[in-house]
């Protein structure tokens, strides 16, 4: 198996453990304020992985640490518009298949604005993912309500943080404003992800302080607050983000990421199960868009592990 297989198979188990994660956040959300619960996840989230990273992070250089914290800054930005909108919205399904637009943009944000060739696949795949998370979240129609369009802005910053990580994770060579070809080292998956939710705990722990009372909850914490935020904080933030990030650096390419799309997909599952959500004929089609649309993006590799598969087959009947 080639390591864009193994990337791609992780990022399968990413899309189940931030599914999880969602019911997590939600529960915790109705005990406590969103920020001041996004604070509390990340930067237990970050000290629990930097206990295992100190070395590696001490042994970063300058760059290594500029570019692990850029890439937190930005992703502490979206998850903030992320927990505003499970605030305000209804249905967290959709809120999830909206969330899942930044994956779609990824490409585009990759293209535009470091000008990262991507396959026509990707291309091919945009409009049907698209279409399928319209059937999903929008069969009644856009309406302009605030948790939408915290959503919205959310993956829009998803996209921009995915294709930062990604950059990040590996090795590249760039060109300066001097005209210099400078070797940017990739920052190890470990402490990237911990000095990336490191910030989004800093980021998140002063817009908390600043905007939400924090008496109520420390005064009088509910008896399951403390295990909602564990969970989230070690198997939702830590466990997930962790296998993100190595996914992300045994391949190059932002356009593996589409696999993320997934996610929508499992929180409607675990959504209907858990809180007694329910999908219409409409958006079940939106989920087979949304598969066609994977297939489509990963064709060159499906092909080539189909036609691998049948010739090991045949090499094994003709030995027999």
């Known amino acids: 198996m080639t390591d864009a297989h193994k990337s791609d198979l992780l990022l399968v188990v990413v899309t189940l453990l931030a599914a999880v994660s969602w019911i997590f956040s939600k529960e915790a959300i109705l005990l406590m ?4 619960f996004m604070a509390a996840r990340f930067l237990i989230a970050g000290i629990f992985l930097a206990i295992f990273a100190h070395k590696a992070i001490l042994a970063l250089n300058g760059d290594q640490i500029r570019r692990a914290v850029g890439v937190g800054l930005v992703f502490g930005i979206a998850m903030s518009f992320w927990i505003m909108g499970l605030v305000n919205i209804e249905s967290m399904g959709e809120g999830a298949f909206l969330t899942s637009l930044g994956v779609v943009i990824v490409p585009i944000i990759a293209r535009l604005v470091f000008r990262e060739p991507q396959p026509a696949s990707t291309w091919l795949a945009i409009p049907i993912a698209v279409a399928g998370l319209a059937l999903l979240s929008l069969q009644n129609g856009f309406r302009p309500e605030a948790g939408q369009l915290f959503f919205v802005v959310a993956a829009t910053i998803f996209a921009l943080y995915f294709t930062l990580n990604t950059r990040a994770a590996n090795q590249r060579t760039v060109i300066n404003r001097r005209g210099e070809t400078v070797e940017k080292q990739r920052v190890p998956a470990l402490p990237l992800t911990a000095l990336a939710l490191l910030t989004v705990g800093m980021v998140t722990l002063v817009e908390s302080a600043l905007m939400e009372p924090w008496q109520p909850t420390l005064s009088e914490p509910a008896p399951l607050l403390i295990w909602w935020v564990l969970a989230s904080a070690i198997i939702g933030t830590a466990g997930r983000f962790l296998v993100q990030t190595f996914a992300q650096s045994m391949s190059v390419h932002s356009h593996g990421v589409v696999i993320l799309v997934l996610e929508p997909v499992w929180v409607a ?3 209907a ?3 007694g959500e329910t999908m219409e004929p409409l958006q079940l089609a939106g989920c087979g868009l949304i598969f066609a649309a994977l297939i489509v993006n990963r064709w060159n590799a499906l092909s ?9 087959r045949r090499s094994g009947e003709k030995s027999v």
């Open 33 to 36: 304020p969103p920020l001041m």
């Open 269 to 271: 599952l675990f959504a």
């Open 304 to 312: 080539r592990a189909l036609k691998d598969w049948m010739r090991r």
């Open 273 to 275: 199960g858990w809180f």
